[in-house]
């Protein structure tokens, strides 16, 4: 019994040794800050200057300190180009934190790490300097403090943040950009322990044909030392044989590598990821092990030909990137960082860059994980760092980031932002090699211009370099992004020397301004340039976006033939994923009508197939076997499912039905006519009209003895802008804001207004109905008014016009401010302009009035603006409700007209209360005017006459 006793006390013993072994070969740590947004902790604090300036307070960390209630708020392109220029937010914060560390690290090196301090930082230790003051706001930094540290005993960290830099170069590469200057200790701060004998860091090169190196740096010079490499799989399995290899004599590094087997590549469509174990051994006993994850995957640029990935040639879907949240300006959690990703990742996306400066380590891991090609940044913004502070930020950038699979770029500054002589830098710590990139201008084979208008981009294409834009179509309020880009996408994804592009950018940088009750601070129209909000908000562009690059596109029209058989011609535009990975649901459904105060759809019959075995970048077919009614159905939904059943997009269908009566009417009391001098007074049941004999409008609806606001109409409109210029040419000459001016036509009588030119008016009783014609000189020549029982109005109406206009139809009045809400039936929720018609779903929708400006406001989906594909709608308002049907959805229903931002850079429109319209006008965005952004921005000529019945009822319950 004792010997048993001995055995099992052995045993145990062993065991426990071992895992004492293996947990201190392992780096250990402890956080002195919390990790993010929501997750802080308070150190003691004192700030220089702005507000609660000159005491000692707390603060909580990590975090900006201006969302803490302190200093003062700046937005560094008021300072452009100067590098200590008077008025600037200079602050300096103090902080204080005492920390204990445990007595078993006294055997160990111990570093403290910052993630991110904004922007000169000097740390002490128990009142002595830890090392050299960093400067650089974005940059992962550390010192060994091990001899200044009290093991088991308290300790007390120092550390003086300067808002400013006290070097130009790091002033005029960070902080005189188009961007908000924070202040303070925005990223994570912790402690790393290590064995004394230990990996301080690995460079590691996966392929796609599963070749593997590894360069091992040892934290200290030693000698008989040995490395191993260890690959699992997301399961933990091992893969393939443990490559070794031995620390040559006098060097700091063991060079791993070896070949594996039967590996799954890495690409953004299908992120497969290993693990990696890196052992040291000295003497055949293990000291220390750090695991990393890695995607096998092969990056390159062939010159004047395309950008590859795994020997296949991709195409950028791209977006630009800010580190930025409302409530902590750049400090992010976990949940926000992976939050973006699946955002981007939502719109079809498949790459990002990371302006303008490297991000939180969990986006890259999110990118890793999830799927998307990272261009990785160096600060710099027009300006950029000298040569020595930039080959230590280049060092720290690539050192801290360059074992993540999804990046594929290094870029070097932005927009002349470029030191030249750092270049060659990225190289020297890269054991990979990635591209380097000069955003807004040609290296290493790859011209990536900004902003160039439609044709300037199809110039570019024919140049002998890849052309990949790093930012284009910037989205200020609701222009850019999905304005006139289905025109420049077809143009990057059918050129052959095209490497795609990244739009400009994916949120609002609004700030809730802690001095100002939370108020979203865009800095005017400065930080409105995104595709969501602040807060994420979609926005219309959005879904533009997610419908245009959408991996999966039907090209069968979306109105389908009374013979179709359900075989729907289909792209496979993925790079790497065949369709039968993926799924497709399709559904057959019906509308209410417009009295049923429904929303939405009545499914009859729902199926979900497997995708047809089609190869990535072909085109093929998809048939779906359709039931033999279903002619008798409304709509035909087509959606398609990525491999983990994300929706692609949403696809419409409807076709001709046998006609349909626009006229169910009880007959419902008599319809009566009574005639004044001045009117025509029409009553049917509660309805009761007044026609303007002189000018042919409707002046005065009543219900009920009530009256209802619409009327004084239809009134034409026909304009279009002053400023068209051909692509490629702006007129120097006009002030700012002239070259969006629209202007109305006048008729040739420019005294007498379009609308008003009666020629005459006629009205009759005729079988229970109420008839009135009125005949016009000018655009409108003809409109005739029936009014049956029940009080439905109809309104036949012709205009004929020949030339060019951007806006063309008839509108009526009715007060902004009673309105309600809207229910109508028509592609939505969002509006349309005529160069972003994609993103919409036709079904029955209903949302409030708002008001909003995007980027200055953001309510979405707006109220106001003009919507496609309608079929009826009702507007629900403080006197009543109005309804009016359509029979043509190809016309547009105007919902009052857009606001533009408060410095009108966009659109000044015509205002146009309740509109039907043939043209509606394009939108430009921040810099390129509309002519500019492509065929679809253009005016449209227009000829011949125009007949069109709209049907209006009205309720005052």
Not at 253 to 261: E, L, N, R
Not at 310 to 334: A, C, Y
Not at 829 to 848: F, H, M
Request: glycine residues 10%; negative net charge.
């Amino acid at each position: 019994m004792n010997l048993l006793k001995g055995h099992l006390f052995f045993f145990l013993s062993s065991v426990s040794f071992f895992c004492l072994q293996a947990q201190d070969a392992k780096t250990e740590i402890k956080y002195l800050s919390g990790k993010g947004y929501q997750d802080t902790k308070e150190w003691e604090f004192k700030i220089s200057d702005g507000r609660n300036s000159g005491e000692w307070s707390t603060i909580s960390v990590p975090s900006v300190w201006e969302q803490e209630g302190f200093g003062t708020y700046q937005y560094g392109i008021k300072f452009y180009g100067k590098p200590f220029p008077d008025g600037i937010a200079d602050e300096v914060g103090q902080y204080k934190y005492t920390f204990q560390v445990p007595k078993e690290w006294e055997t160990k090196v111990i570093n403290i790490v910052f993630d991110g301090s904004m922007t000169d930082t000097e740390v002490k230790i128990n009142g002595r300097s830890a090392g050299t003051m960093h400067q650089g706001a974005f940059y992962r930094f550390k010192y060994d403090i091990t001899p200044l540290l009290k093991f088991g005993k308290e300790n007390v960290l120092e550390v003086t943040v300067s808002k400013e830099s006290s070097n130009a170069s790091v002033n005029l590469a960070e902080r005189r950009a188009d961007y908000w200057n924070f202040g303070g200790i925005f990223r994570p701060v912790f402690l790393e322990a290590l064995p004394a004998t230990h990996i301080a860091r690995t460079a590691l090169k996966a392929e796609a044909d599963g070749s593997f190196e590894a360069d091992v740096f040892l934290g200290t010079g030693n000698s008989d030392l040995r490395a191993e490499a260890t690959l699992t799989d997301k399961n933990g399995k091992k893969m393939g044989d443990v490559l070794t290899a031995n620390l040559p004599t006098g060097s700091d590094k063991i060079h791993v590598s070896g070949t594996f087997q039967n590996i799954k590549t890495w690409t953004s469509e299908i992120p497969n990821l290993y693990g990696v174990v890196i052992k040291l051994f000295k003497d055949d006993k293990l000291v220390h092990q750090v695991t990393d994850t890695i995607g096998f995957r092969t990056i390159e640029i062939r010159k004047g030909d395309g950008i590859y990935v795994n020997g296949v040639r991709i195409l950028m879907k791209g977006i630009n990137r800010h580190s930025f949240w409302p409530e902590s300006g750049r400090t992010l959690n976990k949940e926000l960082n992976y939050a973006d990703v699946r955002l981007i990742k939502e719109m079809n996306m498949n790459a990002v860059r990371l302006s303008h400066y490297p991000p939180d380590p969990e986006f890259l891991r999110a990118c890793d994980e999830l799927g998307l090609y990272v261009m990785n940044e160096l600060g710099g913004w027009h300006g950029h760092y000298d040569d020595n502070i930039g080959k230590k930020l280049v060092k720290e950038t690539v050192i801290r980031d360059l074992n993540h699979p999804s990046i594929i770029f290094w870029s070097n500054g932005n927009e002349g932002g470029w030191n030249t002589n750092l270049d060659n830098q990225f190289e020297i710590w890269d054991l990979q090699n990635r591209p380097v990139l000069h955003p807004q201008q040609e290296l290493n084979g790859v011209e990536t211009m900004h902003y160039r208008s439609y044709g300037e981009t199809i110039e570019y294409q024919r140049g002998e370099h890849i052309f990949m834009p790093t930012e284009y179509l910037h989205g200020l309020y609701d222009g850019g992004h999905g304005a006139g880009f289905d025109d420049y996408w077809e143009v990057l994804r059918k050129h052959p020397r095209s490497g795609g592009g990244y739009l400009w950018v994916f949120a609002d940088e609004g700030i809730a301004r802690t001095d100002q009750d939370g108020r979203i601070d865009n800095q005017g129209n400065f930080g409105a340039d995104g595709i969501v909000g602040p807060h994420h908000e979609k926005e219309g562009s959005f879904f533009t976006v997610k419908e245009v690059w959408s991996p999966i596109m039907l090209t069968t029209p979306k109105h389908l033939d009374s013979d179709f058989d359900g075989n729907f011609e289909i792209e496979n535009r993925y790079f790497f994923t065949n369709l039968s990975d993926c799924t497709f649901e399709w559904e057959l459904a019906t509308f209410p009508n417009p009295d049923d105060s429904k929303i939405g759809h009545l499914t009859l019959k729902r199926q979900t197939l497997k995708g047809p075995d089609l190869k990535p970048q072909s085109t093929g077919n998809l048939n779906i076997k359709l039931p033999n009614n279903w002619k008798d159905a409304d709509v035909l939904y087509l959606k398609a499912l990525d491999s983990d059943g994300n929706e692609l997009w949403t696809w419409d269908y409807t076709w001709n039905k046998e006609e349909e009566k626009l006229l169910e009417i009880e007959d419902k009391g008599i319809v009566k006519l009574e005639e004044t001098d001045e009117f025509y007074e029409v009553t049917s049941w509660e309805t009761s009209l007044k026609f303007d004999k002189t000018t042919g409008k409707l002046t005065t609806v009543e219900q009920s003895g009530e009256s209802i606001s619409f009327g004084n109409g239809p009134q034409i409109i026909m304009a279009r802008r002053g400023d068209r210029t051909l692509d490629g040419t702006i007129n120097p000459d006009f002030e700012k804001g002239e070259d969006r001016i629209y202007k109305e036509f006048k008729c040739i009588d420019e005294e007498v207004n379009c609308s008003e030119n009666l020629v005459t008016i006629t009205a009759e009783e005729v079988d229970n109905t109420v008839k009135i014609e009125a005949i016009y000189f000018g655009i409108l020549q003809k409109v005739i008014w029936t009014i049956y029982p029940e009080g439905l109005v109809q309104m036949d109406y012709e205009y004929a016009y020949n030339g060019i206009t951007e806006l063309a139809g008839i509108y009526f009045d009715y007060p902004e401010e009673k309105m309600q809400s809207k229910r109508w039936l028509g592609a939505g929720p969002y509006r349309v302009w005529q160069n972003r018609l994609k993103g919409t779903k036709l079904d029955v929708w209903e949302n409030g009035y708002n008001d909003p400006i995007p980027g200055e406001s953001f309510n979405y989906p707006e109220f106001k603006g003009y919507f496609s594909n309608w079929e009826w709608v009702e507007f629900t308002t403080a006197e009543g409700k109005i309804q009016v049907r359509s029979d043509d959805s190809d016309t547009y229903l105007g919902v009052y007209t857009p606001r533009d931002g408060r410095d009108a850079l966009l659109y000044t429109l015509p205002q146009t209360g309740i509109a039907v319209f043939d043209v509606i006008p394009a939108v430009r965005n921040k810099v390129n005017a509309t002519d500019l952004v492509g065929p679809s921005s253009q005016p449209k000529w227009i000829n011949g006459t125009k007949k069109h019945s709209l049907f209006l009822k009205f309720n005052n319950k």
